[in-house]
């Protein structure tokens, strides 16, 4: 991993930690809720195992996954395209800052606004080989139908949350077994950090 992406991954990670041992006292709206430490390194190991150029992240925050994505990527390409969905203002200035520090702005556009909204006015030509959905979990199911038709054959897309907390539990069996009514798709549930839910589309 590239040093300056690893110190603010490092960073993050660390206030991330003490947030969810309650060491922070953090209001909701500013939490950080980001994936685990072991989730980072799965999908960093799974985006650079299927070659990804180009990613879609549903869920900023402030920036922590968004890190993992691109220094995977820079793995194989110089020229990595990320476009991270967030509407949380504050959040979005601390994913700013972060990614500069990280010295990777230029590889990440921001789409400021509703998650359904960025998605409904995406081109029909716009592809990704890799998703990550980390965003509210209501509207899990909704992002998914509106993201297929985005995920290039053979790409993929990760869900966190399918396990823990445990009061997103059956909402997430909902969404998985849609997933799986999907004749396109091939998904498993693996216990990875908090769940993860790993869809491929088929060719």
Not at 121 to 127: C, D, E, F, Q, T
Request: hydrophobic share 35%.
């Amino acid at each position: 991993m590239r040093k300056s992406i690893k110190k603010i991954i490092d960073e993050l990670e660390e206030k991330s930690r003490k947030e969810r041992t309650k060491r922070y006292d953090v209001k909701p709206e500013d939490r950080m809720l980001a994936i685990t430490y072991e989730t980072g390194q799965f999908i960093h190991s799974l985006i650079v195992g299927i070659r990804a150029k180009s990613a879609l992240e549903l869920g900023t925050s402030t920036g922590y996954s968004t890190l993992w994505i691109t220094d995977a990527i820079l793995t194989h390409y110089k020229t990595p395209r990320i476009t991270t969905i967030e509407r949380n203002p504050k959040k979005i200035e601390r994913a700013i800052r972060n990614f500069k520090r990280a010295g990777v702005s230029r590889f990440i556009r921001i789409r400021r606004n509703e998650i359904g909204n960025v998605l409904k006015g995406l081109p029909r030509n716009a592809k990704f080989d890799f998703v990550l959905i980390d965003a509210d979990k209501e509207n899990v199911i909704e992002y998914a139908r509106l993201i297929i038709p985005h995920l290039k054959d053979g790409g993929v897309m990760v869900t966190d949350n399918m396990l823990y907390p445990k009061k997103y539990r059956k909402m997430m069996h909902q969404y998985s077994t849609y997933l799986a009514s999907r004749q396109n798709l091939q998904t498993c549930t693996l216990a990875i950090g908090n769940g993860q839910e790993i869809t491929v589309k088929k060719g």
